[in-house]
């Protein structure tokens, strides 16, 4: 039937419908190029990535996308003379170690170090291994970010994130150890493993939130507290015990309480402090 021999009423119908057809067409070709243009790989705002859902896109954004710059919070007593001597060993470092190989060999001493602690409960002895495996994690954990810097072979994202891994999973072996040393209360070493991950929680989210990331606290940093450790186990190895105001306590009963009150405190300061300044900086206009 042609066109003509249509009812009129029937001839409009099939006109509005061919108009409207063009039109959705129009509409769904102008939002694919919209969602094209949204896919760049250079596409900059948060809500054009969070929309993004092809995933190849998706890695070359990120690869693209520079690491935002961060501000790190380093004012240990050790930190002046600790950064000569890592500079120093970094530039005598043989080209065959890399920062992959050091932060292998930080973990695998802290693991050690916990080993050694479950040991001691057969051979005070062990102690003085733990010693040795806390020499191995700093030299490992320590050197291994001033290396890539060094060479200039930084991953930042993928260095942030294995080495805090890194460092958790090693302070679970530690922890673990002490448990099972019989020279800590357990629930003792649990507190202290708790409030490490809480403190390192807050360390990392207040890294993404106000670009600063803070590695010490209070003029105590990770160097700071193997050496007291080291120093506790020297002590641990001579007298296990210490007399408190006529009582008879584990010497590391009594230093893990310290330093599960200080670690406690540190985490309700610090929580305090950021979650002021970011609502001052962010507050919203009356």
Known sequence: MTASALPPATLRGKVACEGGCKTASKL????RKAEATMATPNSQTMTEFC????????????RTRPFPDMLRVQESWVAAAEKRVLLWLAARTPDRI??????VLGL???IGAGGFYALAAFNRYALLAVIACLGLN???DSLDGTLARVRQRQRPRYGFYVDHMVDSFGALALMGGLALSGYMHPWIAIGLLVAFLMLSIQSYLATHALGEFRIS???FGPTELRILLAVGNLALFWKPVAHIFGGIYRLFDVGG????AGMGLMVVVFTLQNTIRLYREE???Q
């Open 257 to 260: 309480t310290i330093g599960l």
């Open 108 to 110: 695998a001493a802290q």
């Open 51 to 62: 929309e993004q859902v092809n995933p190849r896109v998706l890695l070359e954004m990120r």
């Open 98 to 103: 890399g920062p992959d190989h050091l932060t």
């Open 28 to 31: 769904r070709t102008m939002k």
């Open 138 to 140: 700093w030299l490992g």
């Open 283 to 285: 507050s919203i206009p």
């Open 217 to 219: 606290f209070w003029r």
